[in-house]
């Protein structure tokens, strides 16, 4: 059963037009992780929420905010796509004070 | 800052050789170390883990990994490896009793040729 779940899998935008990615758990971890990896590199960390605590990484464009309404769901908004913005998302999960982390299936964001 | 290093971007090998994919931290702290796997289009699955204990560790899929703390490495490798091995593979590694996010090494594409 997954644990993690992101919807929707895949998704097309037009550049410029505000789109959402969603994050759900069934874990009940309170730490959440969103991630943006480009073509062949690493994930890298956008943001992350212990419990309702935000953490911006300095380097997330304003461009990209995030939601979390409650421990179970996690929301990514970005406001204005531009092409740069192509790339899978990944959503993660940990329980804080242990190690390890669960990642969802990802969405593929086209910018169109 | 702690770092993670995996020193071949892509590891061609043939069906059923071993393989050992590489990867080096740094860190002023004593740290837990994993190794991802992604399979295209698919989010991160971990493969195996390092917490504490004995530092040979066995993961899913046959793979295992061997801390080594004075090398600072944490290695990867798998005596036999198929087909469905193609992957990108992510050496990662987070800072004990830290809320600290989760460091990637920028990841190793496995190549198996027929």
């Known amino acids: 059963d997954a644990m993690v779940i992101q919807n929707p899998r895949y998704q097309v935008t037009q550049f410029g037009k505000p789109v959402t990615l969603s994050c759900s758990q069934t874990?009940?971890?309170?730490?959440m992780y969103w991630y943006q990896q480009k073509s062949s590199q690493a994930p890298k960390l956008l943001f992350h929420y212990y419990d309702k605590d935000f953490n911006n990484e300095a380097d997330t464009p304003d461009n990209f905010q995030s939601r979390r309404p409650n421990t179970s769901f996690c929301f990514l908004d970005i406001r204005s796509p531009g092409l740069g913005d192509a790339a899978m998302y990944l959503c993660?999960?940990?329980?804080?004070?242990?190690?390890?982390?669960?990642f969802g299936q990802g969405t593929r964001l086209t910018v169109v | 800052a702690q770092s993670v290093t995996q020193l071949d971007s892509q590891v061609p090998v043939f069906e059923e050789a071993p393989v050992e994919l590489r990867c080096n931290y740094s860190s002023s702290v004593s740290v837990y170390l994993f190794w991802y796997v992604q399979y295209p289009n698919q989010g991160l699955q971990l493969l195996l883990k390092?917490?504490?204990?004995?530092?040979l560790v066995k993961g899913i899929n046959g793979f295992e990994a061997e801390f080594n703390k004075s090398q600072t490495s944490f290695h990867l490798r798998k005596p036999s490896v198929h087909i469905s091995d193609t992957a990108e593979y992510f050496c990662a590694v987070h800072r004990m009793n830290r809320d600290d996010k989760i460091i990637f090494g920028k990841g190793t594409r496995l190549h198996i040729l027929p």
């Open positions: 993660a999960t940990q329980l804080r004070g242990t190690a390890e982390a669960f």
């Open positions: 390092y917490l504490s204990g004995s530092t």
């Open positions: 874990l009940n971890h309170n730490v």
